[in-house]
């Protein structure tokens, strides 16, 4: 859902962390991606990325983090 949202590269989805999600702002940074062995590297226009990602979309990522 989250990747469908912010139109990212699937390795950056996979190089999600929770620390990359600021709840309180709304916003995902994208920083890094997984290479195909699942070694994390930089996005591939090696630099970060800041998404706004809508209110409903936090509420559901915060209840999947509580699971």
């Not at 996979?14 to 994390?40: P, R, T």
Request: net charge positive; charged share 35%.
């Amino acid at each position: 859902m989250l990747t469908l949202n912010l139109g990212d590269r699937k390795s950056e989805s996979y190089a999600l962390q929770w620390k990359h999600i600021d709840f309180e702002k709304g916003y995902v940074s994208l920083i890094q991606s997984k290479d195909k062995f699942g070694n994390l590297k930089s996005t591939k226009g090696r630099k970060a990325t800041k998404f706004k990602i809508p209110t409903f979309l936090i509420e559901l990522v915060k209840e999947w983090k509580q699971k």
